[in-house]
């Protein structure tokens, strides 16, 4: 098939496609371990050099777990990809592949925080040095890259406030000297982002999020060239056991038949709510990328065309936001994202609890935050669960 002219939409549903001798309509689970071989001879060859279609055990690669990797490289504009048991094994796994003792990296400090925890402390425990700057800030992104800068590392939108970093303005500093760009892009969405093409080196996924959209499974995915997804990431994680399963790779491989619509829908609401909340005026702020009283709306327009499926509100006090959460009935309290169902979580006490009370003020993790990840529920519906709630 000739798929380079194909829309996002099509690739979502065919890419990658590898049909059995039965001609299954829906893509097959290899449940499979390894592979055999007719003749020892045929082991020793594909030891030696693997074909096109050829596979050896199933934590080099199977073929269900390939078909979910040429879909989402499809989909991103990559040439390849790796699929991995979780997101945060994609993190690991393409900073640990490409990093030395002595290597540099300069990171935003806005970051997911298990990520925070690989670049804080594993990468530093084997001589990695790191600088973490204000994602936002480009000219603290040009003073602390140095020549032995290896990789720049941030979220496209941080979570949970929502700041949007600028791909391509980090990635021209960052390919001046000669650092690779390694993006998070959970917020942005492989539907909204355009990542590889304003000058990302490799995109990571958890597709946990909304490339499952369903809440089944963890996963992740690692995208970029070819040479650096089979040359640099496949011989880490081939041997370091970070392989997603087949069944796994299946749910996000079907996942991505309709992330489209489900992220395009979820946006189209996020949108509606951010706007009537703000317009309401009873909350101190309202932060969405597609709104246009946020820092970045023209930054996030230019580089996603969306604010995506996430809105931040902060409602004043630790006090507030919990009456809020515990009101609400439609929204489930959770820490999941880019779920078919709506969920609120509190980062304060939650996913950033660990934090030190500064660098929290300093994130701008206030008490009162909380974190909608608006689903596939009737916008309406939502919104005025929101209202009840705020009251
Ligand atoms: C969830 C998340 C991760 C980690 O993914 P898992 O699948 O939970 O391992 C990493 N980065 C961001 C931005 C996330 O939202």
Redesign the pocket.
């Known amino acids: 098939m000739t798929m380079t002219n194909w829309s996002k939409r099509t690739k979502a549903v065919h890419a990658g496609t590898r049909r059995s001798q039965y001609g299954e309509v829906s893509e097959a689970i290899y449940m499979t371990q390894g592979f055999v071989y007719e003749t020892a001879e045929d082991a020793e060859a594909r030891f030696v050099a693997l074909g096109d279609d050829e596979f050896i055990y199933a934590r080099y690669g199977n073929p269900t777990v390939a078909m979910f990797e040429e879909r989402i490289a499809a989909l991103e504009g990559a040439e390849d990809a790796f699929a991995t048991?979780?997101?945060?094994?994609?993190?690991n796994g393409v900073l640990s592949a490409l990093l030395s003792a002595g290597d540099h990296v300069v990171s935003a400090k806005a970051?997911?925080g298990?990520?925070l925890y690989i670049l804080e402390e594993i990468l530093t425990r084997y001589g990695v040095e790191v600088t973490f700057v204000d994602g936002t800030d480009l000219s603290a992104w040009e003073a602390a890259l140095r020549p032995n800068t290896k990789a720049v590392f941030f979220?496209s939108v941080?979570?949970p406030t929502l700041e949007v970093v600028d791909i391509a303005a980090v990635s021209k500093l960052a390919h001046a000297v000669g650092a690779k760009v390694i993006i998070?892009?959970?917020?942005a969405t492989p539907v909204f982002s355009n990542a590889i093409e304003q000058g990302a080196d490799a995109v990571?996924?958890?597709?946990?999020?909304h490339i499952d959209g369903q809440g089944r499974a963890?996963?992740?995915v690692i995208l970029g060239t070819k040479e650096f997804i089979r040359g640099t990431v496949e011989p880490y994680m081939k041997h370091t056991g970070g392989s997603i399963s087949p069944f796994t790779a299946w749910l996000m491989l079907k996942g991505l038949e309709t992330i489209d619509l489900r992220v395009r829908a979820q946006a189209d609401s996020a949108l509606k709510i951010a706007t009537a909340l703000e317009a309401d005026g009873k909350l101190p702020n309202v932060i969405y990328p597609g709104l246009t009283s946020h820092a970045q709306f023209d930054l996030a327009q230019a580089q996603m065309g969306s604010g995506s499926t996430v809105l931040s509100i902060d409602v004043g006090s630790k006090d507030a936001a919990f009456a809020l959460l515990n009101k609400l009935e439609i929204f489930t309290i959770s820490n999941?994202?880019?779920d078919a169902k709506s969920i609120a979580t509190h980062p304060y006490t939650t996913t950033h609890q660990r934090l030190e009370e500064e660098t929290k003020a300093d994130l701008g993790i206030t008490p009162g935050l909380i974190r909608l990840s608006i689903g596939l529920e009737g916008a309406d519906d939502l919104l005025a669960d929101l209202r009840a709630a705020i009251g």
């Open positions: 048991a979780s997101g945060m094994a994609a993190v970051l997911f298990s990520c979220e941080s979570n998070d892009n959970v917020f990571v996924y958890s597709a946990t999020k963890l996963g992740g999941n994202l880019g």
